[in-house]
């Protein structure tokens, strides 16, 4: 797949076939849109082509109230858009004068006059451009002037079951984490690098791999205790559970953790990058009266979490 940021770098996309979206989380809607997308450009012997943009539109038509924290990462979309499969990604800046086009501007002088694009494929209540009036029935008017044709994903095709970006927010910020991997259709990830911690976990039995998400913008789930699985640098995929909190028992601070216990592992995973697949809530983060009654529930945590991957097999 390959990423071209904005259209300076683009030489020669061959009878691009293209879709326009943010694309978050890359979610089951989003995932047909690109197998359709797939399937049109290999029939005219093109390739397929996503035009999403970065900073997210709302993160900067809306700076002050947006608070808006997205599914993934942009190396986590340009991952899963290569497992689907796509060929090519232009990622645009979004600036408030991008915004001003009008939908005619985009379409004719970015698709048409730079692009040279062969054919869309838009959901059926896609809209873009100034005052969102680029609207599939504006593209099938304006097609036949410049020389490409539209192909509509129509809402019986997108909306088998109804799935939003924000559906999927809420989903992840209630723990429920079965839901939001209905929607995105493999669970919810987070991805980042291992961080040296204060060892108190490996000191009671439980070492944990602290993980650096290094994004702000990342969504970070509910609070509390999650069975996962951990894909290792080299790949290798292992049982474990996670913390998201504060650490109440043993941190008088209001920082956030994400620490992660890989069953059945010894070894340094220190500056590694990991992944952590969340795969069910287990229960609230809890403040303890001692170390002890700590281990004790991390014990149980344990047994109760290898119990669940058990019930699976």
């Given at each position: 797949m390959k990423i071209f940021k904005g259209f300076d770098q683009i030489l020669d996309i061959p009878n691009p076939v293209l879709t326009i979206g943010t694309f978050d989380g890359v979610h089951v809607g989003h995932q047909k849109i690109i197998q359709q997308l797939n399937r049109e450009a290999e029939a005219i012997g093109g390739e397929s082509v996503l035009f999403t943009f970065y900073p997210h539109p709302r993160m900067v038509l809306y700076p002050?109230?947006?608070?808006?924290?997205?599914l993934q990462t942009q190396a986590e979309k340009m991952e899963k858009l290569r497992r689907m499969g796509l060929q090519n990604v232009i990622?645009?800046?979004?600036?408030?004068?991008?915004?001003?086009?009008?939908?005619?501007?985009?379409?004719?002088?970015?698709?048409?006059?730079?692009?040279?694009?062969?054919?869309?494929?838009?959901?059926?209540?896609?809209?873009?451009?100034?005052?969102?009036?680029?609207?599939?029935?504006?593209?099938?008017?304006?097609?036949?002037?410049?020389?490409?044709?539209v192909q509509e994903i129509s809402a019986q095709e997108i909306d088998e079951v109804d799935i939003s970006s924000t559906?999927?927010?809420?989903?992840?910020?209630?723990?429920?984490?079965?839901?939001?991997?209905s929607y995105l259709g493999e669970p919810f990830e987070l991805?980042?690098?291992?961080?040296?911690?204060?060892?108190?976990?490996?000191?009671?039995?439980?070492?944990t791999a602290n993980l650096d998400i290094e994004s702000e913008i990342k969504l970070i789930p509910m609070l509390g205790v999650y069975a996962v699985n951990v894909v290792l640098s080299d790949g290798t995929v292992k049982e474990g559970m996670l913390n998201v909190g504060i650490r109440p028992t043993i941190a008088n601070h209001d920082d956030l953790s994400i620490e992660v216990n890989v069953f059945d592992f010894e070894g340094d995973l220190y500056d590694d990058y990991i992944t952590v697949q969340l795969l069910s809530r287990f229960r609230d983060e809890m403040k303890f009266?001692?170390?002890?009654?700590?281990?004790?529930?991390?014990?149980?945590?344990k047994e109760t979490i290898r119990a669940y991957f058990s019930s699976l097999v």
């Open positions: 002050e109230s947006h608070n808006l924290r997205l990622v645009h800046p979004f600036t408030i004068d991008f915004s001003r086009l009008t939908a005619v501007e985009f379409v004719r002088d970015y698709l048409v006059n730079r692009l040279n694009v062969k054919k869309l494929v838009i959901g059926y209540d896609h809209q873009f451009g100034k005052n969102r009036e680029g609207t599939i029935d504006f593209l099938k008017e304006v097609a036949p002037v410049y020389g490409f044709t559906k999927i927010r809420n989903a992840v910020l209630a723990g429920d984490m079965e839901l939001a991997k991805h980042g690098k291992v961080i040296r911690g204060k060892a108190l976990g490996r000191s009671i039995g439980f070492p009266d001692s170390i002890p009654d700590l281990k004790e529930q991390l014990e149980h945590d």
